[in-house]
């Protein structure tokens, strides 16, 4: 088993890229990496030697950066096995249940398809780190682009099943958007009114709001929180209906 070391990279306007070192092999990752310079010149600047590419998804501000990178450091590229053609320089292709090692660490794979037809998740159990791409954000989630309202509700099920001191590696900073959006749905919710100050204040000062912990998500993001008596009654539907709640929330936002 291994702890991994983590270094977040904000590119582009709101991306965060990941750098993830397994302290025992020397194995380095770069989870998502939307552009070559900056993890270029990231990696420089820590003397570490990329080893692998892990990506969530194909979007480009993910996977910007995967062909020049796989140039430079002859590193290895792990994608969801169900988009496998759209993942530029893929070697290695992984889908729900899989194992996937980054030397002695361990991550499990998850299928979240909603955001794209083929996105996949990965959880360090033992760094009780999740990387979600953009299935699950800050108190938000995805756009479905690709899927269907089940299948993003499905995919954040399997996501919150996770333990709440799980960290949540999410693939934007939108959460100060999402917050305004949130207070909307959620009017008496006490957790998420003391979360938006925090996120708040951190943004006043530049500063990122990711990673979040799980056990807050499942409090007070309500993309998460759809079978809950409370949020079916905010948007006038019925608490057994998870499905029409979170595609009413989601529309909603998507017109926010
Ligand atoms: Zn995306
Ligand atoms: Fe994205």
């Not at 990178?69 to 729900?96: E, F, H, M, N, W």
């Not at 030397?103 to 996949?120: C, L, Q």
């Not at 979360?195 to 006043?204: F, G, Y």
């Not at 993001?221 to 709640?245: M, Q």
């Amino acid at each position: 088993m291994s702890i991994l070391e983590i270094k977040q990279i904000a590119t582009r306007e709101d991306n965060y890229v990941y750098l993830l070192r397994d302290p025992i092999q020397n194995r380095v990752a770069a989870v998502d990496p939307s552009d070559f310079q900056p993890i270029a010149n990231a990696l420089d600047n820590l003397g570490w030697t990329l080893t692998d590419i892990i990506n969530t998804h194909h979007h480009n501000d993910h996977t910007g950066g995967n062909l020049e990178l796989k140039t430079k450091y002859k590193c290895s590229v792990v994608g969801p096995l169900a988009d496998q053609s759209r993942i530029a320089g893929i070697d290695i292709k992984v889908g729900d249940g899989d194992l996937f090692s980054l030397g002695n660490a361990n991550a499990k794979v998850f299928d979240t398809p909603g955001h794209t037809s083929g996105h996949i998740a990965f959880w360090f159990e033992e760094t009780k780190a999740l990387f979600c791409g953009d299935t699950l954000f800050a108190l938000g989630c995805g756009r479905i682009f690709e899927g269907t309202p089940e299948q993003m509700w499905t995919s954040l099920k399997k996501l919150r099943d996770l333990p709440d001191d799980t960290q949540v590696f999410c693939g934007h900073e939108y959460t100060q958007s999402n917050a305004r959006f949130a207070v909307t749905i959620e009017t008496g919710n006490q957790n998420l009114k003391k979360r938006v100050k925090n996120i708040d204040a951190l943004r006043a000062e530049n500063k990122p709001t990711v990673p979040s912990f799980l056990g807050e998500e499942k409090k007070t993001n309500p993309f998460l929180r759809c079978d809950r008596f409370e949020v079916a009654k905010a948007v006038s539907l019925k608490p057994n209906d998870a499905v029409s709640v979170f595609a009413e929330i989601r529309n909603r936002k998507d017109v926010f």
